[in-house]
């Protein structure tokens, strides 16, 4: 008979938090964990890569193109890649794990709702910022100056990704907003993509009857960033200002629409 030894249990360790972000730095690592505790983020850093600078690589080979000319096409093509891939991304992080019960298993203990709102929402935004952002960027920036020996304006390069990174915030919060809505992953994803290509298509009227939609929506944000991040001055702060203030309120109306929410 084999003789067995038991191993000492360790003591849980209480955790007193108080207040709306109770759980938070639980639920934080344990999302960041589906990131960068596994190859996920460099699964994802190879596709967007493969995407964004080998399309930059088919142009910069396939024609003749000024630095300026080849700043303004990657920085158009990032932000409607981005937006796309953002929002299918996380189309699933509400509806899935509502769906699954996920959710109702975590919210069972002691942590707040708009804590585990704003732990997925940051995780995601660390994780877009880092492997749909910056490593293209980086990537791209050799490419773009390497292509034809000019370089650079680093700062206006940067200024571009920083307007970047704010118009893909404003889709992940939009999509995470609309996950605390429905339970169905449709809409998440449609309204996004509506709000995308919707004032592309119809441009000219909407600049004919109504140009200010373009200052309260990230279109404008989308039309400016080129221009920036080749060198030139920002036309107008105010979709700046609007995407930003879109962003925080679609968080507020998620983490308000989510304390509501019945499981």
Known sequence: MVKQTLQPVQALQPVNEQGILRGFPNLF???????????????????????????LALVIFSEENTTEGLVEMFFTLMQIFLAIGVTISAQGIIVGEKQSGTA??????????TAFILSR????????????ITIPAIVAYFQISTANGDSIDLQSFLM???????????YLTLTIMLGTFFNSRGPVIGIPLIVLIAPQIAGELI?????????I????????????????????ITPLIATAVWSILFIV???????????
């Open 29 to 55: 690592r344990q999302e960041n964990k589906k990131w960068w505790g596994t190859r996920r983020w460099l699964v994802q850093a190879i596709v967007w890569v493969l995407i964004t600078n080998g399309i």
């Open 253 to 263: 109306v998620a983490s308000l629409r989510f304390e509501r929410q019945e499981f």
């Open 160 to 170: 571009g990704l920083s307007m970047v990174a704010l118009h893909t915030t404003f």
């Open 217 to 236: 929506l990230p279109t404008g944000l989308m039309q400016m960033v080129p221009i920036v991040a080749s060198g030139q001055s920002i036309p107008s």
């Open 104 to 113: 109702e298993w975590l919210l069972s203990k002691p942590a707040s709702r």
């Open 121 to 132: 929402t940051i995780a995601a935004w660390i994780a877009a910022m880092v492997v749909m």
């Open 207 to 215: 600049l004919r009857n109504a140009a200010w939609v373009f200052e």
